[in-house]
């Protein structure tokens, strides 16, 4: 079956950095998505991998390692608004996204 | 532009009533999605549309149906509501399935069936 693996739940402190994990095993593999949801929201795109290696969007950055199935997620100088779930995602070979179920981020002051 | 909108934003049914989601997007995109996304687990596939009068199965399509007449909108139909379709229901939209294209999502539709 298909899998994407993400911490529940992970805690940090304002001007921090995070990493967030995802690890997947998936038929096929065309890509990697990283969105952002607020609670009571949709969720919104972040990033986009496929290549594996590091993509760097302002004080966020997306890791990717194909050969490992692993994504990360990096988060600098945590602002309050961060507080968010983030979801990973992957595009199969069916083009279809499988989705994780998402890591919740508390920010503390 | 508007964007990905959906209507209603709440619905509380009843076992057994039946109701029709509408999702429009003003981006002429050509593939459109329906998820659902329950708590604990990851957004769910329900059927999805490459094109202008095409719909396909997803992942959890039992005890849904879609029609795609328009190609701006999307339409989830509960022809007979159970409790387990109580569910948080997010209409989604691309222009290509490949590349760096990203899904834009509409604000969701909060459904509880009681």
């Known amino acids: 079956g298909q899998n994407i693996d993400q911490p529940t739940e992970m805690t940090a402190t304002e001007g921090a950095i995070v990493q967030i994990n995802c690890t997947y095993q998936?038929?096929?593999?065309?890509?990697l998505f990283w969105y952002q949801q607020h609670a009571g929201e949709a969720p919104t795109f972040l990033s986009y991998?496929?290549l594996d290696g590091l993509e760097e969007k302002g004080r966020f950055s997306s890791f990717l390692s194909r050969s490992k199935g692993y994504s990360y997620l990096l988060l600098k100088e945590l602002q309050m608004k961060d507080s968010a779930s983030y979801l990973c995602?992957?595009?199969?070979?069916?083009?279809?996204?499988?989705w994780g179920a998402g890591t919740k981020l508390i920010i503390k002051p | 532009n508007a964007g990905v909108t959906q209507t209603p934003k709440f619905r509380v049914l009843k076992t057994g009533q039946s109701m029709t989601l509408l999702c429009a997007q003003d981006?002429?995109?050509?593939?459109m999605y329906w998820y659902r996304q329950d708590p604990g687990m990851g957004l769910r596939l329900i059927h999805y549309?490459?094109?202008?009068?095409?719909?396909a199965k997803g992942e959890v399509p039992d005890g849904y149906n879609v029609s795609r007449l328009k190609k701006q909108n999307f339409l989830l139909g509960l022809e007979s509501a159970a409790p387990s379709q109580t569910s948080v229901y997010f209409c989604?939209?691309?222009?290509?399935?490949?590349?760096?294209?990203?899904?834009?999502f509409g604000p969701g539709t909060r459904l509880t069936v009681t």
């Open positions: 989604a939209s691309t222009q290509r399935e490949d590349g760096s294209d990203e899904q834009y």
């Open positions: 981006m002429n995109h050509e593939y």
């Open positions: 549309s490459v094109g202008e009068g095409t719909t």
């Open positions: 998936t038929s096929g593999f065309n890509g």
């Open positions: 991998n496929v």
């Open positions: 995602a992957v595009r199969d070979s069916n083009y279809q996204l499988i």
